[in-house]
C-alpha cells in the first residue's frame, strides 16, 4: 500500500480517539483538534521516510500528548492543575471515557443540529471539511465556518470536557443518537443532488453507531439505532436499477440483500430489546424494518404487525412521518380506501406541505382505487417538491404510465 494511504487510514482509525484524549488534556475541542492536525503532518512527513512505526496509535498519541504539554506551557493562561494532569502518566490515552466525552462534547445541545453533524464528522469521522462539504453538497467555506463557530460557541458556553452519566446521560443521549442517525439518512435517501445514495456516509454513521454501542453497553438505544441502520443498509444493492435509479421496496430483487447485515441487525435488536421494556424509538423503528428483513417476499410481509408498531411509535415518537408511513401499512393491511383517509389526515398537517412523499404515497393509492387522472396529478405535484433528481424523474415516469 502507498504510505500516504496507509497514513490515511490509520488517521481515520485513530483521529477520533487521539481528539478524545487531547480535548481531556486541553479542555478545548478547538485546540485539540489543531494539535491533532499537527500530528498527522508530522506523521506524514516522518513515516514515508523512516517507516510506520510498529505501534502508530501509540506513537500519534505519545507525539499528540507532548505537542499539547508544550502549547499548555506556552499558555500562560493555564493553571497548575491542567499542566499535572497532562503530566499524569496513569491517565490512559484516548480512553473510552474520553471518547465518549468527546461523542457527548460534539453533539451538544448548545450547537445548532446542523453544526453537530458537521462537528461529529470532523472530530469522530476524522473527515476533512471538503469531504464533509461535499457529503452535504454545501460550499467547503459554509461548512468550515459552522465548524468553526461550533467550536468557539463551545468555549465560549465553557461546556466541560467530561462524559455525562446517570439521568444527564439519558437526557443528552437522544441527542447523540440524533445526529448518528442525520448523517445515515443522508447517506440512505440524500436529500438533494443526482446521487440516490452515499454509501460512505451510511457507512460512517453505522461505524459510529457500532462505536457508541461498545462505550455504552447498557444502552438500549444505541443497539436500536445501529439495528435500525444496519437492517436498512442491508438493502443497498437492491435499491438502485443499473441505469442508476431508486427501487422501490415492493419491486426490490431480496437475493440481493446483505444477509450478513441483517444478521448483525436482528442481533443488535435483540440485544435492545433484551435491554429495555418498552422498546425506544429507534427500536421500534427497528422492529418494523426487521419485519421487511424477515419477509422472504413482499407479499408475505406481515403488515399487521408494522401498522401495530407504528401505532406504538406514535405514542412515543408521534409526528406526521410515522403517520405517513402507517398510512403505508394500512395500504397492505386494510386496503386503499383505509390508506387514504389516513394519508388526507397528514396531508391535512401544515407541517407536511412541502414534503413530497405525501403526494407520491397518496398517488399510489388514488392509481389503486382506479383514479389515475387524480394519481398523476398527485406525482407530478410531488416531483416538483423532490430533494433530488433521481426521485423527481421516478415520480414523472409514474405520472406518464398511469395516463397511458
Not at 274 to 287: E, K
Not at 289 to 300: G, L, N
Not at 319 to 335: E, F, Q, T, Y
Request: glycine share 6%.
Amino acid at each position: 500500500m502507498d504510505p500516504h494511504r496507509r497514513i490515511e487510514a490509520i488517521w481515520r482509525m485513530e483521529a477520533a480517539r487521539l481528539i478524545a484524549s487531547l480535548s481531556r488534556l486541553t479542555r478545548d475541542v478547538g485546540t485539540a483538534e489543531e494539535i491533532a492536525q499537527d500530528v498527522f503532518v508530522a506523521a506524514l512527513e516522518q513515516w514515508p521516510s523512516g517507516g510506520v512505526p510498529p505501534n502508530p496509535a501509540g506513537w500519534l498519541h505519545t507525539t499528540g500528548r507532548h505537542k499539547a504539554i508544550d502549547r499548555i506551557r506556552r499558555d500562560r493562561m493555564r493553571d497548575e492543575r491542567q499542566l499535572s494532569a497532562a503530566l499524569d502518566p496513569t491517565v490512559p490515552d484516548g480512553s473510552d471515557d474520553d471518547l465518549l466525552a468527546l461523542i457527548f462534547t460534539a453533539c451538544h445541545p448548545v450547537l445548532t443540529r446542523e453544526a453537530r453533524t458537521a462537528l461529529t464528522l470532523r472530530l469522530l469521522g476524522g473527515l476533512s471539511t471538503d469531504e464533509i462539504a461535499h457529503a452535504f453538497l454545501a460550499p467547503s467555506p459554509t461548512i468550515g465556518q459552522r465548524i468553526s463557530r461550533a467550536k468557539r460557541t463551545l468555549a465560549e458556553a465553557k461546556v466541560p470536557f467530561a462524559p455525562p452519566h446517570g439521568d444527564e446521560l439519558r437526557e443528552r443521549l437522544p441527542a447523540v443518537l440524533e445526529v448518528i442517525y442525520l448523517i445515515f439518512t443522508e447517506g440512505y435517501a440524500a436529500t438533494s443532488g443526482d446521487a440516490w445514495i452515499r454509501r460512505d456516509l451510511a457507512e460512517e454513521a453505522m461505524r459510529l453507531g457500532r462505536m457508541l454501542t461498545g462505550l455504552l453497553p447498557r444502552e438500549p438505544e444505541p443497539y436500536g439505532l445501529v439495528a435500525l441502520m444496519e437492517l436498512q443498509a442491508s438493502r443497498f444493492r437492491a435499491r438502485i436499477a443499473p441505469d442508476g435509479s431508486p427501487v422501490l421496496l415492493q419491486d426490490q430483487d431480496r437475493s440481493r440483500w446483505d444477509r450478513t447485515l441483517i444478521q448483525h441487525g436482528l442481533a443488535a435488536l435483540d440485544r435492545a430489546t433484551a435491554l429495555a421494556r418498552p422498546l425506544g424509538p429507534y427500536s421500534v423503528q427497528a422492529a418494523i424494518a426487521a419485519v421487511h428483513a424477515r419477509a422472504p417476499r413482499f407479499e408475505e410481509t406481515d403488515w399487521e404487525a408494522i401498522v401495530a408498531l407504528y401505532d406504538a411509535l406514535g405514542q412515543i415518537a408521534p409526528s406526521p412521518v410515522v403517520a405517513l408511513n402507517r398510512a403505508v401499512a394500512v395500504l397492505h393491511a386494510d386496503g386503499p380506501a383505509a390508506a387514504l383517509a389516513a394519508i388526507d389526515e397528514v396531508r391535512a398537517d401544515p407541517r407536511m406541505a412541502r414534503h413530497h412523499l405525501v403526494g407520491a404515497v397518496r398517488g399510489d393509492v388514488l392509481l389503486r382505487l382506479g383514479r389515475a387522472a387524480e394519481a398523476a396529478e398527485e406525482w407530478e405535484r410531488a416531483a416538483d417538491l423532490a430533494p433530488n433528481q433521481r426521485e423527481s424523474r421516478l415520480l414523472r415516469e409514474r405520472a406518464a404510465r398511469a395516463l397511458t
